[in-house]
């Protein structure tokens, strides 16, 4: 069943802005991962919080998780073009699979 | 790079052709998995090899086969594939999450497969 759900489904913002992106999932996990990819390409590893954890940051990158709530952030600050991607979550709980979510169209405009 | 290759990149073929996607990782990884991603769709995992031997396998039709001769090469054989089944593939890797890990996967720049 489908895990985790991104919101919004696209997003449109102008370079140098701030871009912010919702996970919610539905069952508890282990942690939670967020994966960006560039159109037509492989999904590569962004960041991973996990189930103790609060907040994490990864140079523009800053991820929130609120457990009560079954829901994370990720926020790229300053965004530039080059963020113009496909960012997905993916939830962690059983012992070897990860729950990908439909995912978030991120357009940066220059 | 990742450190995930795949081959072909693309691939078009008809629904009685029978060819392999290849998948190889270089990082020393132990869990090996496909996945199918379809437009608009979420990734669907479709099996997952950890340690060489099938630990999962998503109910996926038996129209696909995988194969894993080793921890770092990984197969998958199509054989009278329907256009439904047009998608791009993509292969990961990680360590076995039994072993320790948050189970990053790193994944393969993916194969487009055209079913026609």
């Known amino acids: 069943s489908q895990q985790g759900e991104e919101d919004p489904q696209a997003l449109s913002i102008q370079e140098g802005e701030n871009a912010t992106m919702n996970c919610s999932y539905k069952?508890?996990?282990?942690?939670l991962q967020w994966y960006r990819q560039n159109s037509g390409r492989g999904l590569v590893h962004l960041i991973l919080?996990?189930?103790?954890?609060r907040e994490k940051h990864s140079g523009r990158l800053r991820v929130t998780l609120d457990t009560s709530k079954k829901s994370s952030s990720l926020l790229i600050t300053a965004s530039r073009a080059a963020d113009t991607a496909s960012y997905f979550c993916?939830?962690?709980?059983?012992?070897?699979?990860?729950?990908f979510g439909s995912g978030t169209q991120l357009t940066v405009l220059p | 790079e990742t450190g995930v290759t795949q081959t072909p990149r693309h691939l078009v073929m008809g629904m009685t052709n029978k060819k392999s996607l290849k998948c190889e990782q270089h990082?020393?990884?132990?869990?090996m998995y496909w996945y199918k991603q379809s437009a608009k769709k979420p990734l669907e995992l479709m099996f997952v090899?950890?340690?060489?031997?099938?630990?999962e396998n998503n109910s996926v039709p038996s129209r696909f086969s995988p194969e894993c001769p080793n921890s770092s090469h990984l197969f998958l054989h199509l054989h009278t594939l329907q256009p439904e089944d047009s998608a791009l593939y993509l292969c990961?890797?990680?360590?076995?999450?039994?072993?320790?890990?948050?189970?990053?996967?790193?994944f393969g720049p993916g194969t487009r497969l055209t079913v026609l």
């Open positions: 993916a939830t962690s709980g059983s012992a070897r699979q990860l729950t």
């Open positions: 069952t508890s996990i282990n942690n």
């Open positions: 919080i996990r189930s103790n954890e």
């Open positions: 990082l020393g990884h132990n869990a």
């Open positions: 090899y950890s340690l060489e031997e099938r630990v």
């Open positions: 990961a890797s990680s360590q076995d999450p039994r072993q320790g890990g948050g189970n990053e996967q790193f």
